[in-house]
């Protein structure tokens, strides 16, 4: 999935604003559900900053890592008691306890092979269509995207 200068996906993106059913269409077409902003941030932490419990359950189901950590050094069950969002730390607690799925794709294949998982991008028009009032969303989570105050240039 393409990002911008700050690393930002269309996954990240639309976890941190709350959109499960656009982050359901997204992992459907098994994009990389570890890619890290600038700041280090996953799809997964933006969700669970945010406290958005079922995109978190989303991500969980789509077998991202939950132990990555950001540049600030928290992972997601660290922001998570940090915020005081008890269901999204119980679901992290229990997904930390189920193993990982694998991915199909062959290990030594590179991301942007066709057949790789990582090939199947959504067209920007999908995106179009399933966010709603998509400026208004950019122009409101340029600034909270990022604890570190960082603007976001982004496109859909």
């Not at 992972?75 to 730390?89: H, P, R, S, T, Y």
């Not at 294949?109 to 995106?127: D, F, M, T, Y």
């Not at 009032?133 to 989570?141: E, G, V, W």
Request: hydrophobic share 40%; aromatic share 2%; charged share 20%.
């Amino acid at each position: 999935m393409a990002s911008d200068d700050l690393g930002l996906t269309g996954l990240i993106v639309c976890s941190d604003s709350g959109y499960a059913d656009v982050v359901r269409a997204i992992l459907a077409r098994h994009p990389k559900v570890d890619a890290q902003t600038a700041h280090g941030e996953t799809a997964l932490i933006r969700a669970t900053i945010r406290g958005h419990l079922e995109v978190v359950n989303a991500l969980l189901e789509a077998g991202v890592d939950t132990n990555i950590e950001d540049s600030s050094g928290k992972d997601a069950l660290q922001w998570a008691n940090e915020k005081g969002f008890a269901a999204i730390v119980d679901a992290l607690k229990k997904a930390a306890s189920i193993p990982t799925p694998t991915a199909s794709a062959p290990v030594n294949q590179p991301e942007s092979a066709p057949g790789s998982l990582h090939h199947k991008l959504i067209p920007n028009q999908q995106i179009r269509d399933i966010v709603p009032n998509r400026s208004a969303l950019i122009h409101n989570r340029q600034a909270s995207l990022s604890p570190h105050g960082d603007a976001a240039k982004l496109q859909f």
